[in-house]
């Protein structure tokens, strides 16, 4: 049931600090502060290529873990779409672990490429929503999330889980590489434990965001910007808002906006820039004062540093927790969502049952 709430989305999105820390326990132990694995005698340490396919936000969040498993592990991932991969004639390596992501377990394109896989002699691993899956059954490694059922079309939950199984695997594989001391362990378990705290800060923001969207309610289209992580996530919020409002959005890597995008800036393409404090943030500022120097309204998502240096002349501004980078995705992930249902709200749109989407898509 819905509970108090008044959609399944936002009690989804409510559930995530619960549901997260639910599937970290799988993934963590908490008596050493180690990692670990639901198949913990499964032996990675052979694995010298990646593959991850995935549909949709499942593929957002594969695209995030791209950037872990060449940060963490060194080790070279494809990524590809699942109706793309199997039409591409992909070269695949006998001996690699080809990973597919899905809330369902059961998206035909997804399990169609899951079984090309397996006919190319990948190790099949498989991060997956619900247990009694067909993809679940054909995992030679079930990751599992615990996110609980998700109803509501749109995917909020099951993506900040998916992202927690992610960065835990990637550091897993670096550790099986050997390129995780212990103290490098032990570290990315105090990351990932901080998480849930992190996610009930994030939600502590709703009102602001509520603000937000009764102006992009009225927008004509949207864009999201980031770079690194960031980026999957600005498509990951356009995807979300065109799939619950009905507004063209897109997501652009924030250093791509000079090639084309910029030309639709206007003071009605409102730009969300999602950009915390740190390694990639003076660059991406530069890009949203490009924006800014052609009349485009932006909104801000970052830390209290980040609004601080950057936040003058905005729209608006969403002030996220200071967190670790490792967890930023899923903090960030917060804002994003709440934005693309408040925006939906407004409008007065059917937010857990969207025109022409299904759940589960089990046709190719
Ligand atoms: O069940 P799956 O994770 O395999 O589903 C993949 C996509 O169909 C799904 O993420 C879709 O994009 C959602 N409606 C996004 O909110």
Same mark, same amino acid.
């Given at each position: 049931? %819905?509970g108090?709430h008044r959609?399944?989305?936002?009690?989804?999105?409510?559930? $995530?600090?619960?549901v997260?820390?639910?599937?970290?326990?799988?993934?963590?132990?908490?008596?050493?502060?180690?990692?670990?694995?639901?198949i913990?005698?499964?032996?990675?340490s052979?694995i010298?290529? *990646?593959?991850? *396919?995935?549909c949709?936000?499942?593929f957002?969040? !594969?695209?995030?873990?791209?950037?872990?498993?060449?940060?963490?592990?060194?080790?070279?991932?494809?990524?590809?779409?699942?109706?793309?991969f199997?039409?591409?004639?992909?070269?695949?390596?006998?001996?690699?672990?080809?990973?597919?992501? #899905?809330?369902? !377990?059961?998206?035909?394109d997804?399990?169609?490429?899951?079984r090309?896989?397996?006919?190319?002699?990948? %190790?099949?691993?498989v991060? *997956?929503?619900v247990?009694?899956? #067909?993809?679940a059954?054909?995992?030679?490694?079930?990751?599992?999330?615990?996110?609980?059922p998700e109803?509501?079309?749109?995917?909020? =939950?099951?993506?900040?889980? $998916?992202?927690?199984?992610l960065?835990a695997?990637?550091?897993?594989?670096?550790r099986a %590489?050997?390129?995780?001391t212990?103290?490098?362990?032990h570290?990315?378990?105090?990351?990932?434990?901080e998480?849930?705290?992190?996610?009930n800060?994030?939600?502590?923001?709703?009102?602001?965001?509520?603000?937000?969207?009764?102006?992009?309610?009225?927008?004509?289209g949207?864009l999201?910007?980031?770079?690194?992580?960031?980026?999957?996530l600005?498509?990951?919020?356009?995807l979300?808002?065109?799939?619950?409002s009905?507004?063209?959005?897109?997501?652009y890597?924030?250093?791509?906006? =000079?090639?084309?995008?910029?030309?639709?800036i206007?003071?009605?393409?409102?730009?969300?820039?999602?950009?915390?404090?740190?390694?990639?943030?003076?660059?991406?500022?530069?890009?949203m004062q490009? @924006?800014?120097?052609?009349g485009?309204?932006?909104v801000?998502?970052?830390?209290?540093?980040?609004?601080?240096?950057?936040?003058?002349g905005?729209l608006?501004?969403?002030?996220?927790? =200071?967190?670790h980078?490792?967890i930023?995705?899923?903090?960030?992930?917060v804002?994003?969502q709440?934005?693309?249902?408040?925006v939906? @709200?407004?409008?007065?749109?059917? *937010?857990?049952?969207?025109?022409?989407?299904? =759940? #589960?898509?089990?046709?190719e």
């Amino acid at each position: 049931s %819905k509970g108090n709430h008044r959609h399944y989305m936002i009690k989804e999105i409510y559930e $995530q600090p619960i549901v997260v820390a639910q599937t970290l326990r799988s993934y963590l132990q908490r008596i050493d502060d180690t990692l670990t694995l639901p198949i913990p005698d499964f032996d990675l340490s052979a694995i010298r290529r *990646v593959t991850i *396919v995935a549909c949709g936000t499942s593929f957002y969040a !594969g695209m995030i873990a791209r950037y872990w498993f060449e940060q963490f592990a060194r080790v070279p991932v494809d990524l590809d779409v699942a109706s793309e991969f199997r039409y591409r004639a992909p070269v695949i390596e006998p001996g690699g672990l080809a990973l597919f992501i #899905s809330q369902s !377990g059961e998206t035909a394109d997804t399990l169609a490429a899951l079984r090309h896989a397996r006919k190319e002699g990948q %190790k099949i691993a498989v991060v *997956v929503n619900v247990p009694t899956s #067909s993809m679940a059954r054909e995992a030679d490694l079930l990751l599992p999330t615990y996110a609980g059922p998700e109803i509501g079309v749109a995917s909020t =939950k099951a993506f900040t889980c $998916q992202l927690a199984v992610l960065a835990a695997l990637a550091a897993n594989l670096a550790r099986a %590489k050997g390129r995780l001391t212990p103290e490098d362990e032990h570290a990315v378990v105090k990351h990932l434990s901080e998480a849930p705290a992190a996610l009930n800060a994030a939600l502590a923001y709703e009102d602001t965001i509520k603000g937000v969207a009764a102006d992009v309610a009225m927008a004509r289209g949207v864009l999201y910007l980031g770079r690194g992580t960031d980026y999957p996530l600005a498509l990951e919020g356009a995807l979300k808002l065109k799939e619950i409002s009905y507004i063209h959005a897109e997501g652009y890597a924030a250093g791509e906006m =000079k090639h084309g995008p910029i030309a639709l800036i206007d003071e009605n393409v409102p730009v969300i820039v999602i950009a915390p404090s740190g390694r990639l943030f003076e660059k991406t500022v530069s890009n949203m004062q490009e @924006v800014q120097a052609r009349g485009g309204k932006v909104v801000l998502i970052s830390d209290y540093d980040g609004i601080q240096e950057a936040g003058s002349g905005c729209l608006a501004t969403i002030t996220m927790p =200071k967190v670790h980078p490792l967890i930023a995705p899923l903090v960030y992930s917060v804002p994003v969502q709440l934005l693309a249902y408040h925006v939906a @709200v407004t409008k007065g749109t059917d *937010v857990d049952q969207p025109r022409n989407l299904a =759940k #589960s898509v089990t046709v190719e």
